[in-house]
């Protein structure tokens, strides 16, 4: 078995990946004064689909965590955003020839999303911390947008 070691999640080393999604930077003040509007945060690349809103409920992991499988999506990215400040695990991977190529994994704070960009291998929903409750953007269409693939030796990813 391999270890990884998880690293803080940044937008420089997540970028190709795609999009960490957080506040900061220019924003629009609204609602009399009362609320920051940070617009336009992410790309939904979405191919012969439409955007859906979902929420997923996942159970929380615990670290060290054995990551036994990744999946892409090829027909849509995929936006999870936890919903009470859930931290979680992003596992990601570039493709190397149809499977995943050496992984990555970050750690997202509880005020941090995370948009994976189309075909990037990743990791399940692995919240550590929090309620586990996402919502998630992503494609719904017909057509097969889901490839997994199962790790001949699963990878050990510690804090």
């Not at 617009?39 to 939904?44: E, M, Q």
């Not at 991977?93 to 992984?103: E, H, M, Q, R, S």
């Not at 399940?124 to 997994?148: H, K, M, Q, T, W």
């Amino acid at each position: 078995m391999s270890v990884l070691a998880a690293r803080p999640l940044t937008a420089e080393a997540f970028a190709p990946f795609g999009e960490v999604i957080e506040t900061g930077g220019a924003f629009v003040t609204i609602n009399e004064g009362f609320c920051r509007r940070f617009t336009d945060l992410a790309t939904l690349d979405i191919v012969d689909g439409r955007p859906g809103l979902s929420l997923f409920q996942a159970e929380i992991r615990a670290l060290p965590y054995d990551c036994t499988l990744l999946e892409r999506h090829p027909l849509g990215s995929q936006c999870f955003i936890p919903m009470q400040g859930s931290r979680f695990l992003v596992i990601v991977a570039a493709d190397a020839g149809g499977a995943p190529g050496t992984p990555l994994a970050f750690v997202a704070g509880d005020h941090q999303c995370v948009n994976i960009a189309r075909n990037t291998w990743h990791g399940v929903l692995c919240p550590i911390a929090g309620s586990g409750l996402f919502a998630v953007l992503d494609r719904i269409g017909a057509g097969g947008n889901l490839e997994e693939h199962r790790l001949s030796r699963p990878i050990r990813v510690t804090a």
